[in-house]
């Protein structure tokens, strides 16, 4: 690991570990009162950038988790899904997960395999879709004013080109003979 990679690791294991404690007291605050609008914005903007920060550092493990988590409190907060309790344990469960990936991180230089956490996420989508989520699988519903590219067909066709040698000309450089001045104008060959 270069340097840079040593401080961005520290970096991230620093706002990880700040993300998890934000999201821990989310989740037990939404335990009691699962109607909390600004507890759940509080929980979506935790896995939002656990999941954004993951994803700087290709840590593919952690960042699925924390996606298909933000996915599932995206329909609480954006949908009107209400907060319940399978949701909580659900998400604690995920919590831990991460809390191990992120602890594996710090211990091993490098995150899980994505194998390693495969379980929770599948379970975590599952949730999702029960609960009336649609996956997002065309990037440009995240984009909808570039939506109308989408039906438009692939313009792209090979392209032939032909290249003809020509001969190089070669030009002397300025002479580098001192001329008996100095500064800028020897720098430029100037008499």
Do not use: Q
């Not at 599932?72 to 319940?84: C, I, K, Q, T």
């Not at 990936?101 to 879709?129: Q, S, T, W």
């Not at 609960?131 to 090979?158: C, E, H, Q, R, Y």
């Amino acid at each position: 690991m270069t340097r840079e990679d040593d401080e961005n690791l520290g970096f991230f294991l620093a706002d990880a570990a700040e993300a998890i404690r934000d999201i821990e007291e989310s989740l037990l605050t939404l335990e009691g009162d699962p109607a909390n609008a600004a507890e759940i914005n509080r929980l979506y903007r935790g896995m939002h950038t656990l999941k954004g920060n993951a994803a700087f550092l290709e840590l593919l493990a952690i960042e699925k988790v924390a996606h298909a988590c933000e996915d599932l409190v995206s329909l609480p907060r954006d949908a009107g899904v209400e907060f319940d309790l399978r949701m909580v344990n659900l998400l604690l469960e995920s919590l831990d997960k991460l809390r191990w990936a992120v602890a594996f991180l710090k211990e091993h230089r490098h995150g899980p395999e994505f194998g390693e956490v495969e379980d929770i996420v599948r379970r975590l989508g599952e949730a999702f879709r029960e609960m009336g989520g649609t996956p997002v699988t065309n990037k440009n519903t995240l984009l909808p004013g570039f939506a109308i590219f989408d039906d438009l067909p692939s313009v792209a066709a090979p392209v032939a080109i032909h290249l003809t040698p020509r001969k190089a000309s070669v030009r002397a450089a300025p002479s580098a003979r001192p001329s008996g001045r100095s500064g800028a104008a020897v720098a430029f060959g100037a008499t």
